[in-house]
């Protein structure tokens, strides 16, 4: 088993020198670091991970919690788990799971949070740890999402260009950050256009989507498109009209925002603006390690661009 002492040999340093890069990469230059990691993997050197841990005063705990309704967000937030617990894996770290805040503990290093709300902010800004959320916020916080303005700005272009003359939003009825840039995006292309927005605020549900369909009147002269904020609700709509027998995407196309899951089950398939949900959660989980490491308060930021997949419900 190769020592700590043949590591300072090999990079003709001190051993409290190798000591000081594995415990506080961050009082070592960088020029000094990179000889000292090139000395371990020549060697192929293992540190122990239980001592570093408790020479650097830390647990590599990362607690991760999820502040919405799980039956809504189960298979969405699967993918960011995923992603989340591959990063820790990669970096050694363990993730320990909460769905309710009496459940977070401060036995840890830091936290990631889905799904918060601005009622949480206050809670939020008590915890003494290092934190990112999942979810774009004004409120100073560091954050991961997608770029949802840009996503609704190029779905609902895209609807025009195949063809479609009526656009109208279903979004989603919250005052949140993203909800609101997800809006601002529609808004925006359709002033591009030259067009007047028409749109709804509802709550994620898919019966609620396909309610309002009751009080609408979809002209069978004019090709309408539903650009949606959720999966959730394009499907409602989806259903909806079916069964008032309008042809999709002929006469009706529906582009949904999410792309798990939901979008590759429902008959016709779903066109929608895919999230890099995994890939998402993997820079929540490396943005929260610069965090800790860097020991600042400083908020950062990550917009990921979502991808148009089209399918069956758009031309």
Known sequence: MVSL???ARRANVSKMT???VL?????VSQSLRELVEQAMKDLNYRPNIQ????AQKRTRIIQVMILEEMALVEPYYAALLAGIAQAAQTNQYSMHLATAKEALSDQCDGYIVM????????WLASLTKPLV???ENKAGFSFVDTDNRAATYQASLFAHQQGYDQLIYVGLDLEESFAHSRQAGYVAAMEDLGCSPQLYKLENRSRVSQALLDGLELS??????FICGSDRLALGLVRGLEARGKRIPEEVGVIGFDGFFLDKVSR????????????????CLEQLLQAIQSQQDEPTSLFFPAKLIQRETTL
């Open 220 to 225: 069978s002269d004019v090709k309408t498109a």
């Open 115 to 122: 799904g918060a709300r601005q009622s949480d902010y206050e």
């Open 5 to 7: 002492a043949e590591v």
């Open 133 to 135: 959320l999942f979810g």
């Open 23 to 27: 415990n506080h990469p961050e009082k």
């Open 268 to 283: 016709p398939s779903l066109t929608t603006m895919e999230q890099p949900l995994s890939q998402m959660g993997q820079a």
């Open 51 to 54: 001592a570093q841990a408790l």
């Open 18 to 20: 190798v000591s000081r």
